[in-house]
Nanobody, 129 residues
Framework: QVQLVESGGGSVQAGGSLRLSCTASGYTYRRNCVGWFRRAPGKEREGVARIYTVDGGNKYYADSVKGRFTISQDNAKNTVYLQMDSLEPEDTAMYYC?????????????????????WGQGTQVTVSS
């Protein structure tokens, strides 16, 4: 059974940092697209960042987080990270990671046309001003 487990959320003040982790079990990141998403109260879900795990290349970032967030992977730990720096109150949301089943390509991953088959339960990030 495939499970994605997020961790690392919490409450920080504006300007602070958090690192989110997405660890997979029953599943090994090989040729996969892994993405981080967030949903704030009253807002639609937003794709924050994506990575293609073959080589960690073709990273995508939403304009709202570009230059502040960094997505990375550790294949030995079967984990994808989201380093979040210079956090702003507008970053407050539930953050989810998701992965496809390997059926996409680096192009579909970067362009967001990947179908994400597996989702984690989410981790809350709260940024106070």
């Amino acid at each position: 059974q495939v499970q994605l487990v997020e961790s690392g959320g919490g409450s920080v003040q504006a300007g602070g940092s958090l690192r989110l982790s997405c660890t997979a079990s029953g599943y090994t990141y090989r040729r996969n697209c892994v993405g981080w998403f967030r949903r704030a109260p009253g807002k639609e879900r937003e794709g924050v960042a994506r990575i293609y795990t073959v080589d960690g290349g073709n990273k995508y970032y939403a304009d709202s987080v570009k230059g502040r967030f960094t997505i990375s992977q550790d294949n030995a730990k079967n984990t994808v990270y989201l380093q979040m720096d210079s956090l702003e109150p507008e970053d407050t949301a539930m953050y989810y990671c998701a992965a496809d089943d390997g059926g996409g390509t680096r192009v579909t991953c970067f362009t967001g046309r990947t179908e994400f088959n597996y989702w984690g339960q989410g981790t809350q990030v709260t940024v106070s001003s």
